[in-house]
């Protein structure tokens, strides 16, 4: 005669367990595949300022970083991508800043998010103790990221240039030394004009701040267009202009 035993409660629970991990771990690299897929395409204009020259040197590992050949550069630029932007679209602006004769660094981000490598700058900084004079800057959410780490590294950084950006409710820069550029677009869909200008109050009162009449998210880079922004009234050679003009005062600024 047989006799029938209980099923073990922990074999039940043990069973569940493994499908709610399952679950988690399907659910997390579906984010992680979606994090990390960018939000564009890299322009050719990006691809193309990617080269080195006879005026900036470019390397690729682990940062993306512009030399200009010319002068020893004594005075640097680390920048923040945009949430899901990739890096590269950024390099027209870093070329420039290298061009007038800084140093110029292009932080990756994992699964293409600042939030995730806050603290990325000082690795920069540590591995060039030839600049003497750092700005760090950032698109969107790496700008709120680059924010934060001038907000918590004060001493290492002496500038911040901020590109449809702006701090977070509890930063404030009103007191200190820090030099801050604010660049903002009329027609951005993602950074409202309102939300930019609110954040004023939080800067310093001789902050430079620049409104680009026509200008968009998306054109703050070279990625093509994003989801949420509004049609640009300018051209994207037009906004850059603008925001490299923006960043080289700051930079100049900085290095008094």
């Keep these: 005669m047989r006799v029938a035993l209980p099923r073990c409660p922990r074999s039940r629970f043990a069973a569940l367990t493994l499908l709610v991990a399952a679950i988690v771990a399907i659910l997390m690299g579906g ?8 939000a564009g395409e890299v322009m050719a204009e990006a691809e193309a300022a990617l080269h080195s020259d006879a005026f900036v040197s470019v390397s690729r590992e682990p940062w993306i970083v512009f030399r200009p050949r010319a002068a020893k550069a004594v005075s640097g630029l680390i920048f923040y991508p945009g949430g899901r932007v990739p890096p590269e679209a950024y390099a027209p602006l870093a070329r420039a800043v290298a061009e007038a004769g800084f140093l110029a660094v292009i ?3 994992p699964l293409n998010l600042a939030v995730f490598d806050i603290e990325a700058a000082s690795a920069v900084i540590e591995a060039n103790p030839q600049i003497s004079t750092w700005v760090i800057g950032g698109h969107s959410l790496g700008g709120a990221m680059a924010a934060r780490y001038a907000h918590e ?3 290492k950084v002496e500038g911040l240039v901020l590109l449809a950006a702006y701090p977070e409710a509890h930063i404030d820069f009103r007191e200190g030394e820090l030099a801050v550029a604010t660049v903002y677009g009329d027609r951005d869909g993602l ?9 004023f109050q939080q800067l310093p009162a001789d902050a430079l701040t620049v409104l680009v009449q026509g200008g ?3 054109q703050f880079g070279w990625y093509g267009e994003q989801a949420g922004d509004q ?3 300018i051209s994207r050679d037009e906004q850059q202009r603008q925001v490299i003009d923006a960043a080289l005062r700051l930079m100049r600024e900085a290095g008094k």
């Design 191 to 199: 950074a409202s004009v309102d939300e930019v200008e609110a954040s």
């Design 231 to 233: 049609p640009a009234g």
């Design 31 to 38: 984010l992680a595949i979606y994090f990390s897929a960018p």
């Design 216 to 218: 968009n998210h998306a």
């Design 153 to 155: 590294n004060r001493g």
């Design 107 to 109: 932080s990756p981000m």
